[in-house]
């Protein structure tokens, strides 16, 4: 079974509100993240952190081509 999981912030002005206006509106939203788990595992517990992936230049293969 899917879970849709949305990370909020507790306050509109925590750090890094600069990042979370809408760029359509101008709105500020308390969203860091959305994210679909299609997964087996259970719900995370509060506080738990979605993982950010990072592409190295100097370290990526570039005979790998993405779907």
């Known amino acids: 079974m899917g879970k849709y999981i949305i990370f909020?912030?507790?306050?509109?002005?925590?750090s890094g509100w600069e990042q979370r206006v809408l760029a359509h509106t101008g709105a500020l939203t308390d969203i860091l993240a959305e994210h679909y788990d299609s997964s087996n595992s259970p719900t995370p517990t509060q506080g738990y952190r979605?993982?950010?992936y990072?592409?190295?230049e100097q370290y990526a293969d570039s005979?790998?081509?993405p779907r």
């Open 8 to 14: 909020k912030t507790e306050t509109m002005s925590g």
């Open 63 to 65: 005979t790998f081509q």
């Open 54 to 56: 990072h592409k190295i």
């Open 50 to 52: 979605l993982r950010k």
